[in-house]
């Protein structure tokens, strides 16, 4: 199985070394299905903002024949020390297709962000962070067909050696779907995604414009 990495940074630089070479250097570009290796490709004209880093993450060896893997993080404008969500972003690659994909490509996501206890207690936020992905992917044109996912809010408090630490909430959200055509736009599937981590992380809209997306008071900061 061909695992592909990746070196990435965030704002203009966009992606670099998407050559799809095997995570642990055995495998070359030229072994790749042509699908798959354009798709990895793609994702050197993705742009995400300036706010969010993204690095190299070993891929999955047991969803897909091959796959993808990549984590991004979103600092705070105001203090770039400061994560304020996280998660990892996976592309997957079966020639054969599988049942569940409906589809020879599936993508895998996983973001998290530490919120405010109110904003946590807002019945409606399951829902509005699922819109924030779905209307990411429509926004940026990105077809998507099969879509499932799970959104979690879940609270820590702290006793004995750690009770100083302040109670946390977290939002976690867990979502797969199927990008559409035979070679997805893997890079508006990415800038979705990104763009999905800066709402979580309470950023406002990049062009300022909220453009009828559901906005939640700012997160507070490193979780």
Known sequence: MTAARTSMAGGSGGVEGTDGTDGDGGGSDSSLP???????????????RG???????????????????????????????????????????????QDSWQGTFRVVTLGRAE??????ADPLLPEVTWTWLTGA???RGAGYAEPSGTVTRSS???????????AEELLEIRASWTPEGATPDAAAHLAAWCELLCQCAGLPPESGDPGGVVQLPQRRGPH
């Open 34 to 48: 042509t699908p798959f290796r354009q798709a990895v490709t793609a994702l050197s004209e993705a742009r995400p």
């Open 51 to 97: 706010e969010v880093r993204i690095s190299p993450l070993p891929a999955p060896r047991r969803l897909a024949p091959y796959a993808f893997a990549v984590e991004a993080a979103v600092t705070d404008p105001e203090d770039p020390a400061q994560e304020l969500a996280d998660g990892r972003f996976v592309l997957l690659h079966d020639p054969e297709g």
């Open 115 to 120: 919120l405010e206890a109110e904003i946590a």
């Open 137 to 139: 992917l429509e926004a």
């Open 156 to 166: 820590s408090a702290f006793f004995g050696g750690l009770s100083e630490r302040a």
